[in-house]
């Protein structure tokens, strides 16, 4: 689950981090009270739950408490990368000297925790990764011991931080891990961590990611949750017990079995295509699970194939093809559908889905180049 940057600034807060004092406003008269109150210039900052926001035109510096009120004006109601804003965050603004990049990540390749730092801060971290690698620090933590001092100062002085600052630099490593920890957040970050023109660290941005499976023990977060913000498709999908990830590509994929969902999508990039999402539709899903899935595919609009993966265990063959069949019955679609279905109930899904003029295939490396070779026949950006 992702939180909104003003909630993250206020655990990071919590735990003593420097935050600048700020507010959310939904209105443009709201804004204008609290810019009143803060008694500074201003920066007003969309609230949703993309990045890049500032390149989009959501985060805009106001002089006066007028200007703050026009530049929510401006912001509200703004669509950034599909989301409309609906909040903006109105925060003391500060003087940048240089921006830093801070973030604590779950690093699979290590097992472990990592801290990740880059004097190349404010951009995506990725970007930074991609074309500097050398730019980007890292330091692996140690989940019994914790982020040590000595591990914080190094990056503090690696980021070229007067010592000084890197004795501030020390404690805000150190917070920022804790709330990482306090969470059971999978990501925590502070892009950018400036360094003022007067010579202090402020954390003026702030992510947080949350591990969903961990939620069930942090109640107070799980009230965070913002709904009307969340990837639709997203909320959607966890409301009828799928775990769907939207991704860029253009092949829709309904695969059972979490592994078996990343197998797929590595077999399709093996043939050339770029799976649209991660789909798991679990184990022993019914027909009503099926047609969620395949529901949310043929909505969306940059899916031009979809690809079945079953391997029937639990799951049984004959209740996908009934969700299949029973879905296409109501949306109907031109998109080709490519099935791979084997195992438990296997003929009866077949002679289900035939009836409906569907054939499955056997074989996974099959179904992938079907499916790929299938996007030839449907344009991009279809209706
Ligand atoms: P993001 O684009 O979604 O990551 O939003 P950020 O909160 O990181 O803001 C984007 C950029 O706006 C930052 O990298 C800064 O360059 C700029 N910015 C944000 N807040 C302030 C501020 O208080 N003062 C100044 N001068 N620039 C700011
Ligand atoms: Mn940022």
């Known amino acids: 689950m992702n939180i909104h940057e003003y909630q993250a600034r206020r655990i990071l807060a919590g735990l003593g981090l420097p935050v600048p004092r700020g507010e959310v406003a939904a209105t443009p008269e709201q804004a204008r009270e609290i810019a009143e109150r803060l008694g500074v210039p201003t920066v007003?900052?969309?609230?949703?739950?993309?990045?890049?926001?500032?390149?989009?035109?959501g985060v805009?510096?106001?002089?006066?408490?007028d200007d703050a009120a026009a530049r929510a004006r401006d912001i509200l109601g703004m669509q950034i990368r599909g989301i409309t804003v609906r909040q903006v965050l109105v925060s003391e603004a500060v003087d940048i000297a240089s921006e830093i990049y801070l973030g604590i990540v779950l690093d699979r390749a290590s097992r472990g925790v990592a801290l990740m730092a880059s004097a190349e801060g404010g951009v995506e971290i990725e970007e930074v990764a991609r074309q500097s690698p050398d730019k980007v620090l890292r330091v692996a933590v140690d989940p019994f011991l914790g982020l040590a001092d000595y591990q914080a100062r190094e990056i503090g002085f690696g980021l070229g931080l007067e010592p000084g600052l890197v004795r501030d630099f020390v404690p805000i490593a150190r917070g920022l891990y804790d709330a990482f920890v306090r969470c059971d957040a999978s990501l925590a970050e502070i892009n950018p961590l400036v360094v003022t023109t007067s010579g202090h660290l402020a954390a003026i941005d702030a992510?947080?990611?949350?591990?969903?499976?961990?939620?069930?023990?942090?109640?107070?977060?799980?009230?965070?949750?913002?709904?009307?913000?969340?990837n639709p498709d997203e909320a959607r999908a966890r409301a009828a017990g799928l775990s769907y990830v939207k991704l860029d590509g253009s092949i829709g994929c309904v695969v059972n079995g979490a592994g078996l969902a990343m197998a797929t999508m590595d077999v399709v990039k093996l043939y050339g295509g770029e799976p649209a999402n991660?789909?798991?539709?679990?184990?022993?899903?019914?027909?009503?699970?099926?047609?969620?899935?395949?529901?949310?595919?043929?909505?969306?609009?940059?899916?031009?194939?979809?690809?079945?993966?079953?391997?029937?265990?639990?799951?049984?063959?004959?209740?996908?093809a009934r969700g299949i069949v029973g879905t296409l019955r109501e949306l109907a679609t031109d998109l080709p559908i490519v099935v791979r279905l084997v195992g438990t109930n296997e003929a009866e899904g077949r002679r289900i889905l035939a009836e409906a003029g569907l054939v499955a295939v056997a074989d996974m490396d099959d179904a992938a180049r079907g499916a790929v070779a299938a996007l030839g026949g449907v344009p991009e950006g279809r209706p």
């Not at 805009?60 to 408490?65: F, Q, T, W």
């Open 60 to 65: 805009k510096l106001a002089a006066s408490p």
């Open 278 to 320: 991660f789909l798991d539709i679990g184990g022993g899903a019914r027909a009503e699970r099926v047609a969620a899935a395949l529901g949310i595919l043929l909505s969306d609009p940059s899916v031009r194939v979809v690809l079945f993966n079953i391997f029937g265990g639990i799951t049984r063959c004959d209740e996908v």
């Open 44 to 57: 007003v900052k969309a609230q949703v739950l993309v990045g890049g926001r500032g390149k989009a035109g």
């Open 207 to 230: 992510k947080m990611v949350l591990d969903d499976n961990a939620l069930p023990r942090h109640p107070e977060l799980e009230s965070l949750r913002d709904a009307a913000a969340e």
